[in-house]
T-cell receptor
Framework: KAGVTQTPRYLIKTRGQQVTLSCSPISGHRSVSWYQQTPGQGLQFLFEYFSETQRNKGNFPGRFSGRQFSNSRSEMNVSTLELGDSALYLC???????????FGPGTRLTVL | AQTVTQSQPEMSVQEAETVTLSCTYDTSESDYYLFWYKQPPSRQMILVIRQEAYKQQNATENRFSVNFQKAAKSFSLKISDSQLGDAAMYFCAYRRRFNAGGTSYGKLTFGQGTILTVHP
């Protein structure tokens, strides 16, 4: 089985722009979670989607949004980028039952 | 809110020796999971070991084992016969088992991480 894939792997944007990141889960997995990793704040949960519905949400401003499609692929959008949004964004998928999450390689976002 | 604390920002070990990484957590839940993840320089998060809170027996995976003390809310990772490939950042993580509505819960709460260096 192919693992979790994330595109693009690297992104450079400027302040004020918006960005969309994509995550394709492992085949058969219905849950996708997103995390932000920064040196200062560590790993923080953004949100989880299960069968196209947002199931949980972390403590991030409304500029961060996401969605999930019927094929379980998920996108995360950040509008009006700020310098502090520079981070590694990780997504993880699981089958939706009592199983562990498998992480993708991440998207490294740099905001200039 | 649940919190996870790793009090050792950095640890080092000689190849073939044993090292223990510490983790404490705080929760009011009784049904949850605990994990150790490894993140090498490639940044790929890899699950090392998992412990279900309802199981009293400590989990083991080859050279990796945990010491789970539920009452003390402590969850340490022991790496035996350390190898150069074990060098990485290690994260302790917590996940409650169910949402308030009874559905499976996906949010992981991570500690700040411990950088492990392995000396040849």
């Amino acid at each position: 089985k192919a693992g979790v894939t994330q595109t693009p792997r690297y992104l450079i944007k400027t302040r004020g722009q918006q960005v969309t990141l994509s995550c394709s889960p492992i085949s058969g997995h219905r849950s996708v979670s997103w995390y932000q990793q920064t040196p200062g704040q560590g790993l923080q949960f953004l949100f989880e989607y299960f069968s196209e519905t947002q199931r949980n949400k972390g403590n991030f401003p409304g500029r961060f949004s996401g969605r999930q499609f019927s094929n379980s692929r998920s996108e995360m959008n950040v509008s009006t980028l700020e310098l502090g949004d520079s981070a590694l964004y990780l997504c993880a998928s699981r089958s939706g039952t009592d199983n562990e999450q498998f992480f993708g390689p991440g998207t490294r976002l740099t905001v200039l | 809110a649940q919190t996870v604390t790793q009090s050792q920002p950095e640890m080092s070990v000689q190849e073939a020796e044993t090292v223990t990484l510490s983790c404490t957590y705080d929760t009011s839940e009784s049904d949850y999971y605990l994990f150790w993840y490894k993140q090498p320089p490639s940044r790929q998060m890899i699950l090392v070991i998992r412990q279900e809170a309802y199981k009293q027996q400590n989990a083991t995976e080859n050279r990796f084992s945990v010491n789970f003390q539920k009452a003390a809310k402590s969850f340490s990772l022991k790496i035996s016969d350390s190898q150069l490939g074990d060098a990485a950042m290690y994260f302790c993580a917590y996940r409650r088992r169910f949402n308030a509505g009874g559905t499976s819960y996906g949010k992981l709460t991570f500690g700040q991480g411990t950088i492990l260096t392995v000396h040849p």
